[in-house]
């Protein structure tokens, strides 16, 4: 029975998720594109990730496939997980509303791409991967499953020591010496003050 509390308040989080993400990503569909890098390789990354962030937590949930991989987490660090799955919702939010049209799930730069550099960006150039390390790290304290957590970790890992390089060296041939300062004055995904 408590198992099923915790797959219950999980399939909530991931529904809000999703309720902050499907308006942006329809939005994102009427951007027009100027650049995108690795086009191919991102949507198998995407794909890769979303296999260990949505399917297989969505497969915990609904079966009983992944029940001989429990972790037995106390109940103190499962509610640990979901204070940091809170956080890392109103994060995501913030992220969405400070981004607007220049989001894109691949590596992309979107006609009229501005440099955000306040809300969430002031002192963190990703604030959206950032987002993404503490709903892993929630994702597998809360569901306390080795499958489930490492799937997230492991697939996320792989998408974000790829993409990352790229992506700031795509940002500073767009914005020049402008990101190059921009990143002299923020974290990567922890605040610089």
Do not use: C
């Not at 009983?64 to 972790?71: D, Q």
């Not at 640990?80 to 919702?89: A, C, N, P």
């Not at 974000?160 to 402008?178: L, S």
């Amino acid at each position: 029975m408590e198992e099923l509390y915790y797959k219950t308040v999980f399939f909530i989080l991931f529904f809000i998720f999703m309720l902050i993400r499907i308006p942006h990503a329809k939005r994102n569909k009427k951007n027009v594109n100027i650049t995108t890098k690795g086009e191919k390789r991102e949507k198998i990354l995407v794909f890769i990730v979303s296999m260990g962030m949505m399917i297989i937590p969505l497969m915990w949930v609904f079966s009983a496939l992944f029940e001989g991989f429990s972790i037995g987490l106390p109940d103190w660090a499962r509610y640990t997980g979901f204070g940091i799955f809170s956080f890392s919702l109103w994060l995501f939010y913030a992220v969405h509303k400070t981004l607007g049209r220049n989001w894109s799930p691949l590596l992309e730069i979107r006609k009229n791409h501005t440099l955000i550099t306040e809300g969430p960006y002031k002192r963190v150039r990703h604030p959206m991967y950032t987002q993404i390390w503490l709903w892993l790290i929630a994702q597998f304290l809360f569901t306390s499953n080795w499958i489930v957590g490492l799937s997230g970790l492991i697939t996320w890992s792989i998408l974000y020591f790829i993409r990352v390089p790229e992506e700031e060296t795509m940002m500073v041939e767009e914005f020049g010496e402008e990101y190059v300062k921009y990143m002299g004055a923020t974290g990567r995904i922890l605040p610089k003050f």
